[in-house]
């Protein structure tokens, strides 16, 4: 980290401490460079308290509701702003407004919808015994959702995506659902497994990353677009796939892709030729357009 200089940050430092006054909680004292170092990884392990308190704070401002999260979150993402381009004060920023779930159980249905993220949101390893909502939620950092599992429904449509978006190694028991969502930063679905398929349909998507994921029934990405390479390499498709008139504007690989059912191209443009050797197709489909970059 960039040497920090609290004098002469002092209105951000303490509107920082204003925003989280956990942070006099830690045993870190007023060492908030040494803290943010902690949080971010820099240094480590963080101490059990400072990490307890973390968590604390973030399961209490989610209790106090919809309105008082995003209130917070705009707060820290104006003080951020007066971060400008000091490279330390903004890590100090980002690391105070790393949003901890990880690890959590949550056995009842949960509402996440239209939340405002203003950093990290770190859900790794959770679990969604019941329905989970994050409809229009916006997340500004890392948004962290690997080997978690869902076993109820899960629906992300309309949410966007500032930065990754790291879904590897997770299950969906029931449908993902992903429709008119924007994935700006990098899309993780390496490995995961869609038990019942998944919908993408009208979504946004840069660079995306599906080898070895599974999917258990359709799959529909209909009209998304990807601006940066996507890969599904040896993905399997348990029933039909569709990506009718989507956009690839990059390479895609489609390598060892298994399909059980019908894959449908219709529409669909690509940029370059895709990579289709050893792509197994079971079920026909429409692929008029596949070999035909625009």
Known sequence: MTKFNPQRNSTVVAELKLLNPWVDNT???????????????????????????QRLATMGRFAAGRAAWNSWSQNMLEVRGLAGSDPALVAVCDALAIANFSGTRFTEDVDFAALVFPGRADFCG?????DCWFQGSTFYGSAVFRQVSFMGEASFERATFYGLA??????????????????????????????????????????????DARFGDSAAFTNCEFSGPAS???????KTCGFEGASFLELVDMREVDVNGAA?????????????????????GDFRDIMAPA
């Not at 943010?36 to 480590?44: E, F, N, S």
């Not at 959770?126 to 019941?130: I, N, P, R």
């Open 126 to 130: 959770s679990e969604f015994e019941a």
């Open 27 to 53: 045993d870190y004292g007023d060492d908030i460079v040494q803290l943010a170092r902690a949080l971010l990884g820099d240094i480590g392990p963080i101490s059990e308290k400072a990490h307890f308190e």
């Open 166 to 211: 790291d879904f590897a190694n997770s299950v969906f028991m029931q449908p993902g659902q992903f429709r008119q969502s924007q994935i700006l930063g990098q899309a993780m679905f390496e490995s995961i497994d869609f038990a019942r398929g998944a919908w993408f349909t009208d979504s946004k998507i840069n660079s995306a990353e599906f080898s």
């Open 264 to 284: 449908w191209f219709g529409n669909a443009k690509f940029k370059t030729l895709p990579k289709l050797e050893d792509m197994y197709v079971a079920g026909g």
């Open 232 to 238: 599904f390499s040896r993905a399997m498709f348990q």
